[in-house]
């Protein structure tokens, strides 16, 4: 089984273990590793405090999320035991802008828990107590807050990842005046006068009558299309062509598997698209969800007195898309229908409702790197419509070009240090823009991210940060659509349904054709490491299926050579101190780690 790792969340479908989890301490060389449970599947659970409510004293408000966080310890066998039932999940942060109020309560969250997002502070305090409570207590001592502070805090890095972004207050989605509240089933209802077919089903206990007064009113991912083609005779296309060729799904679907696609032109054929850019991942995405209507000043006037009237281009709404590729000036935003001001509003561009982007208006490397960008998806719009591109064969293509730059070693490991670093440089320039604040803003997050971009993934990724990758090996794209085509196809393996936009193909084949694949690969003299990276596997996962298959691999020299850690191993088991052989042979960290 592939080795967890610090952060990371895994969901375990079923059996006594059942839920999800998230590894707070990973400890291979001691055999056991430290989860929190993010969920809570049953009643027997026992919760600290008194007897928690289901709800709170008003039925239409919801009770606050329980706290998470108490330590779980599951040793390495276990672990194996559920290698069929653990699947790894990815949750990443949904970016709104903060208040002044919430900056200044983000920047003091990060003080309190400076300690609990450093790594090796907060790895030693568990090793020493196998809980976090020496850290709470010296938390507390230093920051004069409370405990429960301390805790509430602890919980929050749990639930949404162990970096200072999970800090930040949600009071975004608090209902106050400029900040949309949703109306869930069960929860608070819209308010406003009542039809009587509305009041009719309330009297007779039928329930609300599902109506659709606002149907379509969604300018990205719209709903109740069929009623749409149907009423304009299908002027614009038959259902399923509006769907695919006039909203953004033709800017995401290039990137999806045909089930997902099929999926999200399903929801907007019907009368509601709720949960659609969750399920396609857009909120959990890091990129923004919303997506702005965008104008350009020329383009308006130039429709004006072409056609009479403005309208609104679709080239100008794709994600990354900011120069106008007739006038290669900046777009605009529209401040209608963006903040949830105006949005039942059908309305054409109009110069006096555009909002000009909160940065100097010349930047020649910015705009060049935008028209980049922009010419890149603009491009990949206007290739066929069956092109679909696959998320291994991509990956693998990246592992190629970025071996011809001589950013890969031997043994088939990327440089990742100096490919953060010229990634970083790449990208810099894009983050003066809200769309582009998932990039990464320094190395350190530069090579977080690539650890995981640049290998095959088991989650969807973003479409945005696939074409900034491209935008960064290819000059243009042509040149990328060339080197993808004759990079070889992988469509003998099967896609998975649930992955909205494709989980890498290599992770889909069968253990035994990846198990013949690895032998072939390790006949040829190939590292075993450079076999797991072109499969998609952990090294570990490659060692045990390369014992399974009878080949022997050789391992790295340790610290204590062979015959000097057998030879410690006999005085130890002869009753000898261990601090006096880690004397002797080295410190008594190295000396604990290789024994």
């Avoid at 555009?354 to 890149?376: H, V, Y």
Wanted: glycine share 6%; with cysteine.
């Amino acid at each position: 089984m592939a080795s967890l790792i610090h952060n990371q969340v895994i969901q375990v479908d079923h059996g006594p273990w059942e839920g999800t989890y998230r590894v707070v301490l990973a400890m291979p060389l001691a055999g056991k590793t430290a989860l929190a449970k993010l969920t809570n599947t049953g009643s027997a659970e026992q919760l600290r405090g008194r007897k928690k409510r289901l709800t709170t004293k008003h039925p239409r408000k919801k009770a606050p999320l329980p706290l998470v966080g108490e330590l779980i310890w599951i040793d390495d066998v276990e672990l194996r035991l559920l290698e069929e039932r653990i699947r790894v999940v990815e949750l990443e942060h949904e970016q709104f802008i903060l208040s002044t109020a919430d900056q200044k309560l983000f920047e003091s969250r990060k003080v309190i828990m400076t300690e609990f997002l450093d790594y090796d502070t907060l790895c030693q305090a568990i090793h020493r107590h196998g809980r976090v409570t020496e850290l709470v207590s010296a938390t507390v001592n230093r920051c004069g807050v409370s405990k429960s502070l301390v805790y509430k805090l602890w919980s929050q890095l749990c639930r949404l990842g162990f970096s200072a972004e999970s800090l930040r207050p949600r009071r975004n989605r608090c209902g106050a005046r400029g900040i949309p509240r949703s109306c869930d089933p069960g929860g608070r209802k819209k308010s406003g006068r009542k039809t009587n077919a509305e009041r009719v089903a309330r009297i007779t206990g039928q329930g609300q009558i599902p109506t659709q007064p606002h149907g379509g009113i969604h300018h990205d991912l719209p709903n109740c299309i069929d009623e749409f083609a149907k009423r304009t005779h299908e002027m614009y296309g038959s259902a399923r062509e509006i769907c695919v060729e006039q909203t953004l799904l033709q800017y995401y679907r290039r990137f999806m598997s045909i089930q997902a696609e099929n999926h999200a032109v399903s929801k907007m054929r019907s009368g509601s698209v709720a949960n659609l850019k969750y399920q396609m991942g857009l909120l959990t995405s890091r990129f923004r969800a919303n997506h702005p209507l965008k104008a350009c000043r020329q383009c308006i006037a130039a429709d004006r007195f072409h056609v009479g009237w403005a309208y609104w281009h679709n080239e100008h709404q794709f994600p990354g898309v900011w120069i106008c590729p007739s006038h290669k000036c900046l777009l605009e935003e529209s401040t209608m229908k963006a903040t949830g001001v105006g949005r039942f509003l059908w309305h054409l561009p109009n110069e006096n409702l555009l909002r000009p982007l909160p940065f100097e208006k010349t930047n020649s490397e910015r705009d060049t790197m935008l028209a980049r960008i922009g010419a890149l998806t603009i491009a990949m719009h206007h290739s066929p419509s069956t092109f679909k591109i696959d998320s291994g064969r991509l990956h693998n293509l990246y592992f190629d070009v970025l071996t011809k730059r001589g950013l890969v070693t031997a043994n088939g490991n990327f440089r990742l240090s100096t490919i953060a670093t010229e990634f970083e440089l790449h990208v810099r320039p894009l983050r003066s823009i809200a769309e582009f604040l998932a990039l990464p803003a320094d190395k350190k997050e530069a090579c977080g991210q690539l650890a995981r971009y640049l290998r095959a993934p088991r989650t969807g990724t973003h479409p945005l940060r696939h074409v900034v990758l491209i935008n960064w090996l290819f000059p243009d794209f042509n040149s990328f659509l060339e080197s993808y085509e004759n990079h070889g196809n992988y469509s003998q393996c099967t896609l998975a349904p649930s992955d909205p936009f494709g989980t890498s193909a290599m992770h889909a084949c069968k253990k035994s054709e990846q198990k013949l694949v690895l032998e072939t690969i390790l006949a040829e003299h190939r590292s075993i490491r450079y076999a797991a990276l072109k499969l998609g596997i952990d090294t570990a996962t490659a060692l045990a299926w390369a014992a399974e298959l009878g080949i022997q691999t050789t391992r790295r020299p340790k610290v204590l050579k062979p015959p000097v850690r057998q030879a410690v191993i006999d005085r130890l088991q002869a009753g000898e101190e261990k601090a006096k052989q880690a004397t002797q042979v080295r410190s008594i960290s190295d000396f604990s780690r290789n024994t």
